[in-house]
């Protein structure tokens, strides 16, 4: 039973095409460059706001990214500049899926200070749980850096909705960001910034709590260093062979060990089995949900919408890993359905920051095959969603953490709850 109200935008309104049009050169797509140079993308100039620097772009699969000026080149900044400005529409109302009317709001961009007021607790809580490796554990620097999440809110005025009139951190009251880690509970508060490193929390939360009438929880339960083929796989997996260097390697299915061994040789296990932090994790999920109260005041019920995930790099280093990747990722969105008894739950990914498309990366081949909308799992279409990070990368990998920089971790926590969304409605 679904009872969200939820707020979306649609860009493709008479009025916006109307100014789309009046862009030159609309027709046909350009390249865009990132601020240092290392990245580009193709894409054609959807809108522009040159007050406060939003720039939506649309990508050649339909698909839009929402970013601020800052992010790319001078050379395109002055393209923006000279081509005019046209303002995405702040809203417009359309049915909700709980059958009445609601406002929607643009979700990057139009994100409104949180009013300080509690969600209506009649509905049960919207439960999204949050898993993957140290990328998602969070690694962005909140305060001390030029990369900070202090310094891009209170000195660049970016992500106005993270801050009050007084500069101090804003509270939702209506979205609760609880924290798990190997049996520790380590969040349970209300969604306001806290600690010294962040991971794409604070973008999901914010995004979410805007656009869904109902009380919701983000539920973070996740380790670093993990493998998706090894820690994190889970229940009814298979072991397989791989070659690589003239030798052919036996990986563990769930439940063995170790990770591997040369075939024709004995395994000696290891104090670790394949799926042991899926178990792990899953368990500390369900200790929060079981003690609903205490993690959500005055709740009484729940139901689990949606799944964040944000993984790869540990799978990326192995060639056997990276192989199996994708079938161990369909597996791990089916099951982890099944463990959660919420077959209609929604699933959202991210890929790793660095790998570009045809680049022949195998973790981020896996990741754009089962986004629903490409159509090689139909069961996904509407209900997995991968949102392609690279554009939105401050420069580094997610072995390091992306340097720390605050901005990689909100917009690539915005552009996932805004793909989470559109999947909710």
Known sequence: ???????????????????????????????????????????????????????????????????????????????????????????????SSSGGSGVAKTPTGEIPKPDGKPADMTKPVQVFILLGQSNMVGAGSV????????????????????????????????????????????NNEWMTITGTTMGPEYGIGHQLGHCI??????????????????????????????????????????????????????????????GQQYDSDVADAKTVLADLASHYPDAKKYEVAGFFFWQGEKDNGDAGLSSRYEINLVNFIKQLRKDFESPNAKFVLGTLGEAKKDSGNKVLEAHLAVDGETGKYREFKGNVATVYTNPISQGGGGNSHYGGNAKTYMDVGLAMGEAMAKLLK
């Not at 040159?50 to 990508?59: N, Y």
């Not at 900070?148 to 660049?156: M, Q, T």
């Not at 106005?160 to 209506?174: M, Q, S, V, Y």
Request: charged residues 20%.
């Open 143 to 186: 305060s001390g850096k030029p990369t900070s999440l202090d310094h891009f809110v209170k000195n660049e005025k970016q992500y106005p909705f993270l801050i009050d009139d007084a500069g101090n951190w804003t509270e939702r009251k209506d979205v609760r960001n609880v924290r798990m880690m190997t049996g520790q509970l380590y």
């Open 213 to 274: 009438d109902a009380p919701v929880m983000i539920l973070k339960s996740c380790i670093g260093n993990r493998a998706l083929g090894w820690d994190l796989l889970p229940p009814g997996s298979t072991g397989f062979e791989f070659e690589d260097k003239g030798k052919t390697w036996v990986y563990a299915g769930y439940g063995q060990s170790p990770m591997k061994w040369e075939k024709g040789t004995e395994p000696a296990p290891m104090g670790w089995i394949a």
């Open 1 to 95: 039973m679904r009872t969200l109200s939820l707020k979306f935008f649609s860009p493709f309104t008479p009025a916006l095409l109307a100014g789309f049009i009046a862009l030159s050169g609309f027709a046909s797509a350009r390249t865009w460059t990132s601020s240092d140079g290392s990245k580009t993308f193709e894409g054609e100039l959807a809108s522009y706001d040159a007050e406060t620097g939003a720039v939506s772009v649309a990508l050649a699969n339909g698909k839009k990214l929402n970013f601020k000026q800052e992010i790319l080149s001078a050379a395109d900044i002055a393209f923006l500049k000279e081509n005019g400005t046209v303002k995405p529409e702040a809203s417009v109302s359309t049915p």
